[in-house]
Nanobody, 125 residues
Framework: QVQLVESGGGSVQSGGSLRLSCTAS????????MGWFQQAPGKQREGVAA???????TYADSVKGRFTISQDNGKNTLYLQMNSLKPEDTGMYYC???????????????????WGQGTQVTVSS
């Protein structure tokens, strides 16, 4: 079965950097669309970045120029490089995957049926 395991979260000061990893198993990595989602305290889960099977990336406006999504097919791992972190980036970060649907909305959580357990990111001012 599909399994996703996130790691790399932590506590940093504003302006700092973190790299999140998501190791996948149970399917042919690179054949599914993948995304990173943030859930801040008291808020709904929101899409941060996504990548499709052609390597096309999509970012939320709030992270453009600061975050980079990438994947290593040889390691079955998805990454999220987070630079210039802000306190509003604080939250639980989840990776997700599923077969790429026609007219996919890559930053919409409803497109994905497979989720990891999340990793916490805390940015202090």
């Amino acid at each position: 079965q599909v399994q996703l395991v996130e790691s790399g979260g932590g506590s940093v000061q504003s302006g700092g950097s973190l790299r999140l990893s998501c190791t996948a198993s149970g399917y042919t990595f690179g054949h599914y669309c993948m995304g990173w989602f943030q859930q801040a305290p008291g808020k709904q889960r929101e899409g941060v970045a996504a990548i499709d099977t052609d390597g096309t990336t999509t970012y939320a406006d709030s992270v453009k120029g600061r975050f980079t999504i990438s994947q290593d097919n040889g390691k079955n791992t998805l990454y999220l490089q987070m630079n210039s972190l802000k306190p509003e980036d604080t939250g639980m970060y989840y990776c997700a995957t599923d077969q790429c649907a026609t007219n996919l909305e890559p930053l919409w959580s409803g497109e994905y049926n497979y989720w990891g357990q999340g990793t916490q990111v805390t940015v202090s001012s």
